[in-house]
């Protein structure tokens, strides 16, 4: 079986911060996401990939950067931390763009900005 | 574009009791994909069912839910809820346009007292 790694488990930024945060699949899956998770919002899409190379931004994109050098890897790099920001962002991968394929999760990194 | 509804933030249910949390969704496409997602306490959200097709039961790990095109709904049920089933569950909807690309609800926290 395969594995999605995140990395780190916890972050802790400052104010004002560039920071990145790594994600890592072994199943040979073409399509990669971020996701934001937040009580009572559920899990919002900030940037996916189709494949290597390729960005597409979710609806929730402004204030991040996404970087898919290759096919097994998909970064996330917030460009400027806000102030008492506290989230989970949470890595999926999918075999294809079937709009039937199946998320495979990681599990998460867990932002808190001071 | 593309919307789902999970109306309940919090289900608290005594053990045994049947379970029944709603979403509902908003979509052009006539042929939607329905998920549900089920996250436990610091686990990553993991498949629990799925469907496209109408007026189709749909059954997994003692969970069931079925595809209402004409109300745009997709209800997960449980008979007997226990213990083991207290987590936060995520209705979510594909379609073919939109890249395998799936629109989360809210999510709804399931809490199952003894």
């Known amino acids: 079986g395969g594995i999605i790694t995140q990395t780190p488990k916890f972050l802790i930024g400052q104010e004002g911060q560039k920071l990145t945060l790594k994600c890592q699949q072994n199943f040979n899956h073409d399509t990669m996401y971020w996701y934001r998770q937040d009580s009572g919002k559920g899990l919002r899409l900030i940037y996916y990939?189709?494949?290597?190379?390729?960005?597409q931004k979710g609806d929730l994109s402004e204030g991040y950067d996404a970087s898919r050098e290759k096919k097994s890897s998909f970064s996330l790099t917030v460009t400027s931390a806000q102030k008492n920001e506290m989230a989970v962002f949470l890595c999926a991968s999918s075999k294809g763009q079937a709009s039937n394929s199946d998320y495979t999760f990681g599990s998460g990194t867990r932002l808190l900005v001071i | 574009g593309d919307s789902v509804t999970q109306t309940e933030g919090l289900v608290t249910l005594t053990e045994g009791l049947p379970v029944m949390l709603n979403c509902t969704y908003q979509t052009i496409y006539s042929n939607p994909f329905l998920f549900w997602y089920v996250q436990h306490l610091n686990e990553s959200p993991r498949l629990l069912l799925k469907s496209f097709t109408d007026n189709k039961r749909t059954e997994h790990q003692g969970f069931h839910a079925t595809l209402h095109k004409s109300s745009s709904s997709f209800h997960l049920q449980k008979s007997s809820a226990q213990l083991s089933d207290s987590a936060l569950y995520y209705c979510a909807l594909s379609d073919r346009y939109n890249q395998g690309k799936l629109i989360f609800g809210q999510g709804t926290k399931l809490s199952i007292k003894p």
């Open positions: 990939s189709i494949t290597e190379n390729d960005l």
